[in-house]
């Protein structure tokens, strides 16, 4: 009876640690692969951050490029050359093309004319504080969220006003279809924010989040069960032009959240993706290791128990003989 002992305390000792690997070996894999897969999502982001940059720098030069156009015209027949960016606008997808100055006077390609909103009119004073080429976005009054591209110029007089700015804006949705956002087969969400949240671009092309939001770190603050280290960890990374990574849950799903600056005024590019999406192929290994070693576990203990039961079976042969 004590070898019977000693073997059921083995096989205990043994399931224990089996079970215990197992534990451990999950919760090293799971953190393996968060750390992996967070240095993979911005690799991929940092591509899409190219493409944005490379877009805004193209806007910028073309808009450089047609205010020396417009000031080479005598100010009479200045008006009579919109129809030039008119025909642009069919291949550049644009919403509207602007020259403006900081008192707010505004010409668009359209015609229109006059003083401009309070919302586009702050993109125009940015401009003239930044006095440098900037992208910034504002919402228009019918609801949809303009990105602009806006460059100070040489002063263009044209009717009597002078003009010292050029912008093209675009919709947010246009922009969305011209530069991407398309990765992981469009389950992913991508957003550019300013350094305290406020999204200026937003590209989701699929997701469970809401299609409209102001600022991303109140929207996750309220909205999903975020880790609190890591969200207020990115609040302070923004600012100083950081990168990293926030993990959160959202409608019973868990979600890589990756961040990374943009490169100029202080803009920062983040990436949004659904975990089972990235983490499927390697859930699959998990998955098979962590079964062979349960049906090890399960081999070992049936092993031990068929050991027993032998040795209660000559134990018990004895008995009868001794009998």
């Given at each position: 009876?004590?070898?019977?002992?000693?073997?059921?305390?083995?096989m205990?000792?043994?399931?224990?640690?089996?079970?215990?690997?197992?534990?451990?070996?999950?919760?090293?894999?799971?953190?393996?692969l968060?750390?992996?897969?967070?240095?993979?999502?911005?690799?991929?982001?940092?591509?899409?951050?190219?493409?944005?940059?490379?877009?805004?720098?193209?806007?910028?030069?073309?808009?450089?490029?047609?205010?020396?156009?417009?000031?080479?015209?005598?100010?009479?027949e200045?008006?009579?050359?919109?129809?030039?960016?008119?025909?642009?606008?069919?291949?550049?997808?644009y919403?509207?093309?602007?020259?403006?100055n900081?008192?707010?006077?505004?010409?668009?390609?359209?015609?229109?004319?006059?003083?401009?909103?309070?919302?586009?009119?702050?993109v125009?004073?940015?401009?003239?504080?930044?006095?440098?080429?900037?992208?910034?976005?504002?919402?228009?009054?019918?609801?949809?969220?303009?990105?602009?591209?806006?460059?100070?110029?040489?002063?263009?007089?044209?009717?009597?006003v002078?003009?010292?700015?050029?912008?093209?804006?675009?919709?947010?949705d246009?922009?969305?279809?011209?530069?991407?956002?398309?990765?992981y087969?469009?389950r992913?969400?991508?957003?550019?924010?300013?350094?305290?949240?406020?999204?200026?671009?937003?590209?989701?092309?699929?997701?469970?989040?809401?299609?409209?939001?102001?600022?991303?770190?109140?929207?996750?603050?309220?909205?999903?069960?975020v880790?609190?280290?890591?969200?207020?960890?990115?609040?302070?990374?923004?600012?100083?032009?950081?990168?990293?990574?926030v993990p959160?849950?959202?409608?019973g799903r868990?979600?890589?959240?990756v961040?990374?600056?943009?490169g100029?005024?202080?803009?920062?590019?983040?990436?949004?993706?659904?975990?089972?999406?990235?983490?499927?192929?390697m859930?699959?290994?998990?998955?098979?290791?962590?079964?062979?070693?349960?049906?090890?576990?399960?081999?070992?203990?049936?092993?031990?128990?068929?050991?027993?039961k032998?040795?209660?079976?000559?134990?018990?042969?004895?008995?009868?003989?001794?009998?």
């Amino acid at each position: 009876m004590g070898k019977n002992c000693k073997t059921l305390s083995l096989m205990l000792a043994i399931v224990t640690v089996l079970l215990s690997g197992i534990f451990l070996y999950r919760y090293y894999i799971q953190q393996a692969l968060y750390k992996e897969n967070s240095a993979h999502l911005l690799a991929t982001y940092t591509q899409v951050n190219r493409t944005f940059t490379l877009f805004a720098q193209r806007n910028w030069n073309v808009l450089a490029d047609w205010g020396g156009y417009l000031r080479k015209r005598a100010a009479p027949e200045t008006a009579t050359q919109w129809r030039d960016f008119e025909e642009e606008k069919k291949t550049w997808n644009y919403s509207d093309f602007y020259m403006a100055n900081e008192n707010g006077d505004y010409w668009t390609v359209d015609g229109r004319e006059g003083l401009g909103s309070e919302n586009i009119q702050d993109v125009f004073t940015a401009l003239q504080v930044a006095g440098e080429p900037i992208v910034s976005s504002y919402t228009a009054t019918s609801g949809v969220r303009k990105v602009v591209f806006a460059v100070p110029v040489e002063p263009i007089t044209m009717s009597g006003v002078t003009y010292t700015s050029l912008a093209v804006s675009y919709d947010n949705d246009t922009i969305e279809e011209m530069i991407g956002g398309r990765a992981y087969g469009g389950r992913s969400d991508c957003y550019i924010i300013h350094p305290n949240g406020d999204i200026m671009l937003s590209e989701e092309p699929k997701s469970e989040i809401t299609a409209w939001m102001e600022n991303l770190f109140d929207y996750l603050e309220t909205n999903t069960e975020v880790n609190e280290t890591c969200l207020r960890e990115m609040q302070e990374q923004t600012l100083q032009g950081g990168s990293g990574s926030v993990p959160y849950r959202f409608k019973g799903r868990n979600y890589y959240l990756v961040y990374q600056p943009v490169g100029f005024q202080d803009l920062t590019i983040v990436g949004i993706v659904e975990r089972n999406v990235v983490d499927a192929g390697m859930r699959k290994v998990q998955c098979v290791t962590i079964f062979l070693l349960a049906f090890l576990a399960l081999a070992v203990v049936a092993a031990l128990v068929r050991s027993i039961k032998m040795d209660l079976r000559f134990v018990l042969a004895e008995q009868e003989e001794a009998f």
